[in-house]
């Protein structure tokens, strides 16, 4: 979903857990842009407060955002945006590489160790010392609250993925996914799955969660190593699309094959595919492993090569789409065939940089369907109106630095989410 100092002027790009709304870092501050329809990019806010800014995440449609800045990598600045005011900020005891959010937990990455805070009060909860190198950060936090999924890397040397339970802060399992250093993991919206690729970029495997079984396995390529930048699922993880630094982007189908092998319409491919099944068995097993496994299911040719992007798969106007920000400031939307894939066709680009003037001018599609209403972030507790607090974590302990906060209301520990108006749908934090 992230992906860090993509171009001039641009730090950083980042979609939201529903894939909404577009978070992008610059030298002069950053912006904010809702990306529910087609033919129309909004910039719902834009700040020049904080320069260089390479991390900026928003929680879902919510005012809170969370930025990082390389005037202070090692702080971390908690705003609601549509107020102007800051919730709180944190210092920590190294830069600050990644930040991920979901409706209870935000987590913080450095090189060596990750801290997990309850969101609705930034209570420290949890730290995780001694974490294998991780110098780009890389991590993934399920979006669905009610299983808190977290994955890093376990190992600075192959491809092992930690997956930790970040509502009751213990370790599920430990998955080997690669021989090759991570690169990529995500989940999938319900937090069911989770993709991976290693540095190699060569393989994307996915994986059950909990049971961090292997369900697919999908080849990129094979002419060619390469870095992949970003993966992301459709919001029915139906879809799987993985952007790096080449000119191809590509999309796997999560279609599980009948166990009899049958297809409802047989086909040419289909057949071929048998064979090949029925041949592996007499061929060596990296030979056979390698014939095995699906190709994309449809393919994007970027405008671009060599230039770090981020992706995701998203369903706007009700039909699904691919969006691709790019590190030269501009947003790309394709449309996707989901019944026959193939190579997917650009129907809009958005510059992310200009005047309100420039975006008008950028090209009109012909869909017209007006943008759907943003989603409401619930279980807050009201904010003091002191100001901003600055706690710092020592970064040793536990509970390094955390403070605690003023007592939450009932309605927080219900099962599930409580609506609540915008203006007050953002966690802050009263800390003593």
Not at 109 to 134: A, G, Q, R, V, W
Not at 293 to 300: E, G
Not at 400 to 425: N, Q, R
Request: proline share 5%; with cysteine; aromatic share 8%.
């Amino acid at each position: 979903m992230e992906t860090g100092d993509i171009g001039p002027g641009l730090c950083c790009a980042s979609f939201n857990q529903d894939s909404t709304s577009l978070a992008v870092g610059t030298k002069t501050g950053y912006r904010l842009f809702s990306v529910t329809s087609v033919d129309k990019l909004d910039c719902i806010h834009e700040s020049t407060e904080t320069p260089d800014v390479y991390i900026v995440e928003r929680l879902f449609s919510s005012s809170l955002v969370v930025v990082v800045s390389e005037s202070m990598p090692r702080r971390m600045n908690v705003y609601h945006f549509k107020k102007g005011t800051e919730i709180c900020n944190y210092s920590y005891s190294n830069n600050i590489l990644a930040v991920r959010l979901n409706r209870q937990r935000l987590v913080v990455c450095l090189e060596e160790s990750i801290y997990i805070h309850n969101i609705k009060d930034m209570k420290l909860l949890k730290t995780l010392l001694n974490t294998p190198s991780n110098p780009s950060g890389l991590c993934a936090l399920s979006i669905n609250h009610s299983n808190s999924f977290l994955a890093y890397p376990g190992s600075d040397t192959i491809g092992e993925i930690i997956v930790y339970d970040a509502n009751n802060l213990s370790t599920v399992t430990m998955i080997p996914a690669h021989d090759s250093p991570l690169a990529a993991i995500t989940f999938s919206a319900s937090g069911t799955k989770l993709a991976s690729a290693s540095e190699r970029g060569t393989v994307i495997r996915v994986f059950s969660i909990p049971e961090g079984l292997r369900l697919f396995e999908f080849r990129r390529g094979m002419k060619r190593y390469v870095n992949i930048s970003s993966l992301s699922f459709s919001p029915d993880a139906q879809f799987l699309c993985a952007s790096s630094n080449t000119e191809t982007l590509h999309i796997f189908k999560l279609k599980q094959h009948s166990p009899s092998g049958e297809e409802d319409a047989p086909s040419w491919s289909a057949y071929v595919g048998k064979m090949f099944t029925a041949a592996s068995s007499y061929l060596p097993a990296q030979v056979s492993g390698m014939m095995s496994q699906d190709r994309a299911f449809a393919t994007v040719r970027l405008q671009m090569a060599g230039q770090k992007n981020v992706c995701t798969l998203a369903t706007i106007q009700k039909l699904p789409r691919l969006l691709v920000a790019s590190s030269d400031g501009q947003l790309f939307i394709y449309n996707i065939d989901p019944q026959d894939g193939g190579e997917c066709t650009l129907v809009q680009k958005h510059r992310l940089f200009g005047s309100n003037k420039d975006w008008e001018e950028t090209e009109k599609c012909e869909l017209t369907e007006p943008p759907q209403a943003c989603q409401s972030y619930a279980a807050t507790v009201a904010i003091p109106t002191s100001g901003p607090v600055t706690a710092t974590l020592t970064g040793y302990s536990e509970d390094g630095g955390a403070k605690k906060g003023e007592v939450i209301p009932e309605h927080e520990f219900a099962a599930g989410p409580v609506c609540l108006d915008d203006e007050t749908e953002f966690p802050p934090v009263s800390i003593r």
